[in-house]
């Protein structure tokens, strides 16, 4: 059997304020196309299929076309609720949906009951799908005193490995647990949402320990913490920070033994970063920056002044620039940089808001409005995950 570990597809993202829909459709026809040519017959969504609580229509559309499109060719989909999902929304009519080969997972009470798919000479593979846990939101439901994101997985792992161990006493079975989290070990980029601040939100590897397989989602750089726990990463890259990720996802053997192999997979896309730095008349005349010329493109100028019209002018070789900043050789101080590089750089909504602040004011938020704008920025953010 072939199972393959997707997450954080985040469909309805733009980037820099151009839409992405069209190099989600792209990539979603390669992972198709996959699931046809590998006879995969179980596709893992790991979180984040949205990019927001409340999508727009085309992409729900969007995303109705692939499922569809992924169970004719064959495949089971198990699909997680991330942060950027709203959990009640997703999980609409996922009874109904289980019936056509599509298992949502939204709720706590889903944790213990797994997706169970069947392997040669009687053993099954238990795929057990956690939603993202807002530790405050279900710390009461998992009998949790004192809620972290550590707390309440290990509270969620606890009835997965109490009704793991009732199905293995019963015959064999191989498990893969989904998680939507930052494990411990993992290397973050500038796209992901914060899921707490001061190192709360990273549940440690050990965590995980005992299952056959761990396919996590939230992180968007495709990695390897241990042989058997793995971030697939995002299908797509969502920010400059990406821009050297090799993107994808894994794709699994399983046999009547259990886990056979772990290979990576990607798809091609025409949604490309570069990332460019030098003199603006070198960057434009520099045979070495073609593979740019169809990119989106973040350029940093290092010439000694500003050089005139430069966005344009970098615009009529490389037409999808959309970051711009200026670091000249030679200067003291603080570099100059614009307010798109500025967004770019920030890596949490509070980030945005500040540095929102300190463009327009030419000073960031005191204390008082920071704490302010967390304050309210929390609200939200529970808000849109409990909605």
């Known amino acids: ?8 597809w985040h469909l309805g993202r733009s980037f820099h304020g151009v839409g992405m829909l069209a190099a989600q459709a792209e990539w979603l026809d390669g992972l198709v196309a996959t699931v046809v040519q590998e006879r995969v017959e179980a596709v893992l969504v790991a979180g984040d299929v949205y990019d927001r609580a409340l999508p727009a229509v085309d992409v729900v559309d969007l995303l109705d076309r692939t499922l569809v499109r992924l169970t004719e060719a064959g495949a089971q989909v198990v699909i997680s609720s991330g942060n950027h999902d709203s959990a009640v929304r997703l999980g609409f009519a996922a009874s109904l949906l289980e019936r056509g080969g599509v298992h949502l997972r939204t709720r706590v009470a889903q944790i213990g009951s797994p997706v169970l798919l069947p392997l040669a000479g009687g053993a099954r593979v238990a795929v057990y799908a956690l939603p993202y846990l807002e530790p405050r939101l279900v710390a009461e439901s998992l009998g949790v005193a004192s ?3 550590g707390s309440v997985t290990e509270a969620a792992l606890a009835l997965v490995r109490a009704d793991l161990a009732e199905r293995r006493a019963a015959g064999t079975v191989h498990s893969v647990v989904m998680a939507h989290t930052f494990a411990g ?5 500038d796209s992901e949402r914060a899921l707490s601040v001061g190192g709360l939100d990273v549940v440690p590897l050990a965590a995980f320990d005992g299952f056959d397989y761990v396919a996590l989602g939230h992180l968007h750089g ?3 913490l241990s042989p058997s726990i793995r971030y697939s990463g995002s299908p797509l890259a969502y920010s400059f920070s990406e821009a050297r990720q090799a993107k994808g ?5 399983v046999g009547p033994a259990g886990i056979e192999a772990v290979e990576p997979v990607g798809w091609p896309t025409r949604h490309r970063l570069a990332v460019l730095r030098g003199a603006l008349d070198d960057l434009l005349s520099g045979v070495e920056h073609g593979h740019a010329e169809d990119a989106y493109c973040h350029v940093t100028l290092t010439d000694a002044e500003r050089p005139v019209r430069a966005m344009e002018r970098l615009r009529e070789r490389f037409p999808l620039t959309v970051g711009l900043a200026f670091e000249p050789e030679g200067a003291t101080g603080r570099p100059e940089a614009s307010y798109s590089s500025k967004l770019a750089a920030a890596t949490s909504d509070l980030g945005v808001c500040c540095g929102f602040l300190d463009h327009v004011r030419q000073r960031g938020p005191s204390e008082e409005e920071s704490a302010a704008l967390d304050e309210i920025l929390e609200v939200v953010r529970l808000a849109e995950v409990s909605s």
Not at 1 to 8: Q, V, Y
Not at 185 to 189: E, H, N, Q
Not at 249 to 253: A, H, K, T
């Open 1 to 8: 059997m072939k199972i393959l570990h997707t997450s954080d």
């Open 185 to 189: 070990g993992g290397a973050a980029s």
């Open 147 to 149: 809620p972290t994101h």
């Open 249 to 253: 996802g894994w794709m699994l053997d």
């Open 222 to 224: 495709r990695q390897e």
